[in-house]
């Protein structure tokens, strides 16, 4: 059995059914088994250790893993685990506060970009030698990673939700309840786009260069 291993933020939370969700639609178009997790509304945090555990408690199933795919979440959000104000059971009006002060009181764009960088830094080291996409869920993380090894997208997905039909982030972080943010046809698209790249590319060859989601 081979595996794909997707994790992220809420653009790949969803991955239980084979004509909605992408995640799981691209895994059974390539013939893989799907692993990982999505995390809603959380830093990288969650990912960092979903992936550790993954690869030193599931040897094997990392060893055969053999594509890896990051879908990025903004540098900005609060370092934590899955209890951080989005995956908490609070009110929305509450996680919004909260959100709030962080930025204005807490939050500062040096320290966050400076972790983010660190934590790419050990994400190239954890999977090298693998296939590897990077998906960038908003614009200010795309910005800061060239440093990653991998095929890299854009534009970043929160944009492409946008032009498909989101109209601002804050009907997006208030309203938005379609599954990884498109409807279940744009989560197809997805799916389709990237497998196609997948199929017609090495990539190891596409590595640490840029190429355009086409939708």
């Keep these: 059995m081979k595996y794909i291993y997707i994790t992220g933020d809420s653009f790949c939370f969803n991955r239980t059914s084979p004509t909605e969700h ?68 609070e009110s929305i009006s509450l996680k919004n506060e909260i959100r709030e002060f962080y930025l204005k009181h807490v939050y500062n764009e040096k320290v966050n970009q400076w972790a983010m960088l660190q934590w790419f830094n050990e994400l190239n080291n954890i999977v090298a ?18 440093e990653l090894n991998g095929a890299k997208f854009k534009p970043d997905l929160f944009s492409l939700s946008r032009r498909l039909g989101i109209k601002s ?24 786009f990237l497998t196609k790249f997948i199929q017609n590319n090495s990539l190891h060859e596409c590595a640490n260069n840029y190429f355009q989601i086409k939708l």
Excluded at 137 to 145: G, M, N, P, V
């Design 22 to 89: 992408w995640p799981l639609i691209l895994a059974n178009n390539l013939g893989y088994e799907l692993t990982g997790e999505g995390f809603p509304g959380c830093s990288w945090w969650p990912s960092r250790l979903d992936l550790i555990q993954y690869k030193n408690q599931h040897r094997t199933k990392f060893n055969n893993t053999d594509l890896f795919v990051f879908c990025h979440t903004e540098q900005s959000r609060m370092l934590g685990d899955k209890r951080t104000y989005f995956g908490s059971d």
């Design 129 to 146: 030698d693998k296939n590897v996409i990077h998906l960038f869920c908003f614009k200010d993380t795309e910005i800061i990673s060239s």
């Design 169 to 192: 982030r804050k009907n997006w972080v208030n309203c938005d309840s379609s599954p990884n943010h498109f409807s279940p046809y744009e989560n197809m698209l997805l799916a389709s």
